[in-house]
Every structure is written in C-alpha cells, then in structure tokens.
C-alpha cells in the first residue's frame, strides 16, 4: 500500500539577512539564497511506499489542495506565523498535520495546539516509529526525539527539492556546540557534547549535490572547527574531494567561532579546500557584555587583528553583531559603528538582543521581571522581548535604527568593501571571464541605481573592485546581492531612513 506525506518549509514571517526575498521583489525572479535541509532529510526516512513531496514555499504556493493526509511543517521561530496558518487551513480541510523542526522543539507549547502531531527534538531515532505509526493509522500526539548517532542520518532526498532555483544547499557534518553563550539555545536544542558524521558520509551528500549542479555548499553546523583533531582530518578529506576535478570546485562556507584565527594551519586547510565565507559571531566590542554573556571565546584578544587574519587567509568574514545587553549603555550605537567600519567586514547582521525563551538568558530575565509578552520579536530588527538597563525601550529601538542606516548607506558599505578587497588573501579560482553583474545581480544592479546616486556609486565601487581583484567576483555577486535584500528588508520592516545615516551620532 502506498502512504503519502507533504512536507513544507514555510516562508518567513519577514525578510531576513539569510534570505533572497529582494530578488522576487525588484526583480520578479524567483530564487532562494539557501535550500532548506529540514525537508529532504526527513524525507531520506520516509520507507519505500511511502510518496513525499516537497514544498518550498519561498519558491512555490502551497498546494492547499494536495491529496496527502498527512501534511508535514518544519519551520525557525521566523516562519512560526506562517506554520500556524498553514497548520490551520489544512485542519480545516481535514488533513492530519505533523509539526517538527527547531522552532516545535524548543517552543512546543507555542505549536502543540496547532497541530495533530508535534515532533520534537531529532528524528534518526524515531523516524521509524512515527512513519509506523503513521501508515497504520495509530499515530500518537507527540513523538520525542533524542540525541542520536548521525551515523543513522541518510542522505538528503535532493531529487525532490528545487535545486535549480537555490543559490547555495546545505551539508550538515555535526550537531552540538560546547560553548555556553547565555543567549543561545543550541545547546537546549542540539545538546553541548558535539557529535559527528563520518568524512564518508560527507562527500556522500556532496557527491549528490554535485550532480544535481551545486557548486556552493553551506556546512550548517553550529561550530564547524571546535574539535580541532576531527577538523583537521574533515578538511584534509575535502581538499582531496574538491580537489578531483579542480576546474568544477565547490565553494564552501560555515560558522565557526574567532578564536579559529590562532590556528593558522586550520585556515590554511580551510582556503585549500575550497571555504570562502566564515559566519563569526563576533557580538560587541563591549567587553563587559561579551563576559556576562559567556561569550568566552571572543575575550581577551584583539577581535579586529583576528578578523583580518582570517580575511588575509582569503576567507570573507560574515559578521553577527548584538546591540541591547545589559551592558550597554546609549554610547554602543556610535561604539559599534566606529568598530564595525574598522574591520573588512562588508556582510554583517546586527540586531538587538533576545532572549529566546529556552536559555539562561531568559530565565534570567524572567526571574528578574524584565521580559516583555505578545510581540512578534522576529518581526524586526529594532524589536525585542527584553527591558533594558541602562537605556530606555525607545533608546534601544532609536539607537538601533540610527546604527542600521549608518551601516548600510552605501559610502559607509563601500568602504568596508574597499578595506576586504585591499586585504584578502587571492584566491586560487580563475574568474577573469565571468561577468559581475550577470542575470539576476544585474537586474539587482538595475534596480539599486534607480535609489539615487549613492546607490550608482556603489554599484560602480563594485566594478572597479572585480576589475582590481577579478580572483574575487563570485564573493563580490554574493556580498552585492547581501547588500540588495538588507536594503530590501529594511524597506520592508520601514527602517530605511537615510537621513539618519547622515548624522555623527544617534538622536536620543
């Protein structure tokens, strides 16, 4: 007998740094920066009889009208909206809806009346159980999962995905993060005792998706290089991996924490087997803030010398920034920008603090009395559930705006890019005959001219760096279409206000 599942990934509440939603937007074309790696993995345990399909839908309508009874929602606490309205639109018409994914897992009661099924946690160890259970009809109202072996996770099913219109895919090699960061909720989620898939199973998956036309690959792990020994071995194997046809690399890119800057031959390894971008949370450079968060690892060392030791190995850093710790006072906005503009950082994601509510951080704040309730926080990038110290509410989400508008006015940009450009490393890739601006970034580049003159400059400032620096034109499509959905989502979320780039300082 065959059994039918549909699995959806939903859009996202809002436009987000990570996301392409600038390109449906200026453009009418329909692509997606990253290809969601939640669906065709739990897809890859569906059984033999059983059909799956699969709906993105940051590039396809859910078909609301689907014949499967069982529908499937993954989602972020960005998507959490869009899940609950998806989730009560197929109850409506009767389907049996299954919810899984970070978000279920980490806030179930948020989700638990809005579907049939809650799954919470990882799937290896129970995926045979609940499709069992799914086929003979016995479901049960919510299945556990636990810390498995990723030994037992298959390959993706890539062949039900869109490949073709995502920009970048996804290889997980490892859950788990040691660090102890007050804000995050990794560990709560994925656990601190870091484990591993096998190099085998790696270059498995990367096999698949290099057939399927990938030529870039995000490693989604919390922190790629924390277990030194096992890095070293991963990043040999890739090298003699991407090393196999070295006309057709792939480019690489994960998170990793800054303190991989003392570890010159780990970078070296890195550039060598194909990484170019590196997310780094590097937070504040308010040292104060940095310790009560527990963030260890970014202390004690000059952050901007680290960065640059990095960007010299050939490698982009993409930085996180944070504004709103208990720590800050109304100085930070200015601190921040002064900070941020003296590092070769051009892609950066600033944003105010949150205390997702499975941390240390907001069972502080809850014992503290200092959480706010009923806004939807992922909803912009000034909003927050926590009551600062040493600044007011409306401090905060002014400051923030000010800093957001003094970042990404295009001279302020040009010059982070100008700093990266002059001092990256080169890269070994011949790119001298593609084109900067070709296809979609060209109609992006079409688009961004008709704001006004800062935003030509700015266009031209690109030209004249991929003709400086022609090893790096896949970087500059990456770090122009970056700058094009930031300014997007500023637009979206009504915070591009490019008068307030023009002043030195906040106006609090």
């Known amino acids: 007998m065959i059994h039918e599942i549909y699995l959806i990934n939903p859009a996202e509440n809002t436009p987000g740094y990570f996301g392409l939603?600038?390109?449906?937007?200026?453009?009418?074309?329909?692509a997606t920066a990253m290809a969601d790696l939640a669906t065709p993995t739990v897809a890859a345990f569906a059984p033999s009889n059983w059909r799956v399909t699969i709906c993105e839908e940051r590039l396809d309508a859910v078909d609301f009208d689907h014949p499967a009874p069982y529908i499937g929602i993954t989602g972020k606490v960005t998507q959490h909206a869009r899940m609950?309205?998806?989730?009560?639109?197929?109850?409506?018409?009767?389907?049996?809806?299954?919810?899984?994914?970070?978000?279920?897992s980490l806030s179930p009661d948020a989700l638990r009346d809005h579907c049939d099924i809650l799954v919470t946690g990882e799937i290896e160890d129970i995926a045979g159980e609940l499709f069992d259970d799914l086929a003979t009809g016995k479901h049960k109202p919510v299945y556990q999962g636990g810390k498995p072996s990723l030994a037992l996770s298959p390959v993706p099913r890539w062949d039900l995905y869109p490949l073709e219109r995502t920009w970048s895919a996804q290889v997980q090699t490892s859950r788990g993060c040691p660090f102890d960061c007050e804000f995050c909720d990794v560990i709560q989620y994925l656990g601190r005792k870091q484990r591993w898939k096998e190099p085998d199973q790696i270059t498995a998956e990367l096999d698949v998706?290099?057939?399927?036309?990938?030529?870039?690959?995000?490693?989604?792990?919390?922190?790629?290089?924390?277990?030194?020994?096992?890095?070293?071995?991963?990043?040999e194997r890739l090298i003699e991996w991407n090393d196999r046809a070295p006309e057709d690399r792939m480019a690489f890119s994960t998170q990793v924490s800054i303190d991989i800057s003392r570890d010159l031959d780990i970078l070296a390894l890195m550039r060598d087997c194909g990484f170019e971008t590196l997310f780094i949370g590097i937070e504040t450079p308010n040292e104060p803030s940095l310790a009560e968060a527990g963030k260890r690892q970014n202390l004690r060392h000059d952050?901007?010398?680290?960065?640059?030791?990095?960007?010299?190995?050939?490698?982009?850093?993409?930085?996180?920034?944070?504004?709103?710790?208990?720590?800050?006072?109304?100085?930070?906005?200015?601190?921040?920008?002064?900070?941020?503009?003296?590092?070769?950082?051009?892609?950066?994601?600033?944003?105010?603090?949150?205390?997702?509510?499975?941390t240390p951080l907001y069972a502080r704040l809850l014992a503290e009395g200092r959480l706010t309730t009923g806004a939807d926080h992922s909803a912009s990038l000034v909003s927050t559930n926590i009551i600062p110290v040493r600044m007011s509410s409306d401090q905060l989400r002014s400051g923030m705006t000010w800093l957001l508008n003094r970042l990404f006015a295009p001279e302020h940009f040009v010059a982070r890019l100008e700093r990266y450009i002059a001092l990256t490393?080169?890269?070994?890739?011949?790119?001298?005959?593609r084109p900067l601006f070709t296809g979609p970034t060209a109609a992006l580049a079409r688009k961004l001219v008709t704001r006004g003159a800062s935003e030509y400059a700015l266009v031209r400032a690109f030209d004249r760096a991929s003709e400086k620096r022609s090893d790096l034109k896949l970087s500059l499509t990456s770090i122009f279409s970056f700058y094009c959905q930031a300014r997007h989502m500023l637009e979206v979320q009504d915070l591009w206000r490019p008068d307030l780039a023009r002043l030195e300082r906040p106006v609090l």
């Open 21 to 30: 939603e600038v390109l449906g937007s200026w453009t009418g074309i329909n």
């Open 84 to 104: 609950i309205e998806i989730a009560a639109e197929f109850r409506r018409r009767g389907k049996i809806v299954l919810m899984g994914g970070s978000y279920a």
């Open 209 to 235: 998706l290099h057939v399927r036309g990938v030529r870039s690959v995000f490693f989604a792990d919390d922190n790629l290089t924390v277990m030194r020994r096992r890095t070293r071995t991963l990043l």
């Open 303 to 358: 952050m901007i010398a680290q960065v640059e030791t990095i960007v010299r190995h050939g490698m982009m850093v993409y930085s996180g920034i944070i504004v709103g710790f208990d720590q800050d006072d109304i100085d930070i906005f200015e601190r921040q920008f002064d900070f941020i503009q003296s590092m070769p950082v051009p892609l950066i994601s600033p944003g105010v603090l949150v205390a997702p509510e499975t």
């Open 425 to 433: 490393g080169e890269r070994t890739s011949d790119q001298s005959n």
